[in-house]
């Protein structure tokens, strides 16, 4: 059966962000975080895709996301697991060569257990606690946490040093960030002068990247830039006024589209779709779209969202239904059922990037990709 909308993404505008991120960072390694199913890319088609590219490292949240990379990626890729992980997650992790993330205890006396019942070495990243307070060893911790990994040398491989920002992409979080960048500092020289360091050391996501080169290190882990879009319009606007730039140098790779359904003549003076939302006052033609909130298109964009129609903006008239929208289509030319539809992407002159979907529904480009359904067909073009 058809799918009632596609994702299309552009393999061609990927390889030209790639080109950019390699050349702005000056060819450090760059791990793809492609989390939250690649951002709602889809981890099937983007794995390969960036791939395509000269990507061989990718970031992931847990061992379901990293399970589906490993499926899809040459064998010559790395696979680096930041968060969630069971027991049997950490077995499989270790039997397949994935690399994870330590920030307590429990987990690192897991993988020394488990590493020697497979007789295996767990290839793992030590997460610091530097002031986010999420996931990360305290600094009353490390003399423990050296001794222990120095204990467990036989069983492990120190391949990294790590920690993550609380907010790099706004500029009113800069003191809580300054603070973390000395603990980080602080953090290391203890490693140092114990005579144990990791084979690379990272700390930056893309907002991190962009805003403080003094952390850059060893590797970059970069997710929403590849994807062609910014952390925040304030990172953009600090790398455009720097490089005395007009235009973002990366693109969206990304489109959703649908077709027309249905078409509806409305009298004047009759409600339209569920409840009283919305009051015909003139005689209008409408478009019906199978997309609702169930394929991620929020119930916030009732009455207010935008699509594209044969290159005309059209607004949503009434409420998003679950799987369902109406658009006023009225005295548009030559209108007719199958007519292609974007929610996201390009018709002629206009654009509608998800930023602006996303303002519209009060998200973010982070949360409104990864609500893009993974039941959506991805097809790459
Ligand atoms: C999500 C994430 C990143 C990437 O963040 P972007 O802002 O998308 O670049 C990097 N590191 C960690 C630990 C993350 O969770």
């Given amino acids: 059966m058809e799918a009632s909308s596609h994702i299309i993404l552009n393999k061609e505008l990927l390889k030209g962000n790639w080109e950019f991120l390699r050349a702005y960072f000056q060819g450090k390694k760059i791990s793809a975080v492609v989390k939250g199913n690649a951002y709602g890319h889809g981890i099937e088609a983007y794995v390969p895709m960036a791939e395509a590219c000269g990507v061989d490292h990718f970031s992931v949240f847990n061992a379901g996301e990293a399970y589906r990379v490993h499926e ?31 920030f307590n205890f429990q987990r690192l006396d897991a993988a020394v257990r488990i590493a020697q019942k497979l007789a295996k070495k767990a290839i793992i990243h030590i997460e610091l606690e530097t002031g986010m307070y999420r996931t990360g060893f305290e600094e009353q911790e490390i003399a423990t946490l050296i001794e222990k990994l120095r204990a467990a040398s036989g069983d492990i491989v120190f391949r990294g040093l790590c920690m993550h920002f609380a907010g790099a992409e706004h500029i009113t979080n800069y003191v809580r960030i300054r603070k973390q960048k000395i603990n980080f500092k602080m953090a290391l020289k203890k490693f140092r002068q114990a005579g144990l360091m990791p084979e690379m050391i990272h700390a930056c996501c893309s907002a991190a990247a962009i805003r403080y080169p003094d952390m850059h290190y060893d590797m970059l882990r970069i997710g929403i830039l ?43 003076g009759e409600f339209v779709g569920y409840g009283a939302s919305y009051f015909s006052h ?8 199978p997309i609702g909130y169930a394929h991620g298109f929020s119930r916030s964009l009732s009455n207010s969202g935008i699509v594209l129609i044969n290159g005309y903006r059209v607004p949503v008239v009434g409420m998003v239904n679950m799987n369902c929208i109406a658009v ?8 007719a059922i199958n007519d292609k539809v974007t929610m996201i992407g390009r018709q002629g002159e206009h654009e509608i990037s998800v930023a602006s979907f996303g303002e519209m529904s009060n998200q973010l480009n982070y949360e409104l990709l990864t609500r893009l359904p993974t039941h959506i067909p991805r097809y790459v073009q």
């Fill in 72 to 102: 899809v990626a040459a064998p010559g890729s790395t696979i680096m697991v930041m968060g969630a992980l069971d027991e049997a997650d950490i077995e499989w992790a270790i039997e397949n060569g994935i690399e994870f993330y330590v």
């Fill in 282 to 289: 003139q005689a209008m033609q409408l478009a019906l779209v």
């Fill in 328 to 335: 006023d289509v009225t005295g548009l030319p030559a209108v």
């Fill in 226 to 268: 590849q994807y062609g879009f910014w952390p925040s319009p304030e990172i953009l606007i600090e790398y455009l006024s720097k490089h005395e730039a007009v235009m973002s140098p990366l693109k969206r790779i990304i489109s959703w589209e649908s077709m027309i359904m249905g078409l509806k003549e409305v009298p004047p």
